[in-house]
């Protein structure tokens, strides 16, 4: 054998075995549920943003948080009004890439809009991105309330005055 086809030999396996460990890895991740330490942290700033409000609205609010993989891959989370009931959905995948980020920054974001919800604001301008979003988004302690973030991250089923 000669010398060359030896290392393209090798190569190749040290290729085959570095796909193999990785799609597994990315299985793993999908197939499972999200870790206790981040269901924790999840939790923790889930208490935070509702004392917040109950601070700043004098509300109690107990919005379901889903964990998802199975909305849009280009969206973070989504807040749905359906029927009368309001949920965040965070997207499960993106929790691979940035946790902090999900939690920090997307789920005050959802918040702000499940809160609009609940104000009975069901507007579609800008994506539900206003002024008044983004009031209730940086009142609620968001990091990033940006209004022009070019998605549409709002589902609305079924409201109460259609
Ligand atoms: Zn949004």
Redesign the pocket.
């Known amino acids: 054998m000669n010398k060359l086809f030896k290392i393209f030999s090798i190569l190749t396996v040290l290729s085959i075995v570095l796909l193999v460990a990785v799609t597994t890895n990315s299985n793993n991740f999908k197939n499972n549920p999200l870790s206790n330490k981040i269901i924790e942290k999840i939790e923790k700033k889930n208490n935070i943003i509702k004392q917040t409000i109950n601070r700043r609205y004098a509300i109690d609010v107990d919005i379901p948080i889903k964990i998802e993989d199975k909305i849009k891959d280009n969206l973070f989370g989504m ?1 749905t009004y359906r029927d009368g009931k309001i949920e965040i959905i965070l997207n499960k995948n993106r929790f691979q890439e940035n946790e902090n980020y999900m939690i920090d920054y997307v789920l005050p ?2 918040y ?2 499940a809160l609009m919800f609940h104000f009975k604001n069901f507007t579609k301008q800008n ?3 206003t002024k008044k ?1 983004q009031q209730i988004c940086l009142n609620i302690g968001g990091l990033k309330c940006d209004r022009f ?1 070019g ?1 549409n ?2 589902l609305m089923e079924k409201l109460p005055f259609y």
């Open positions: 807040a974001h959802e702000a809009h994506g539900g991105h979003w973030v998605h991250d709002i």
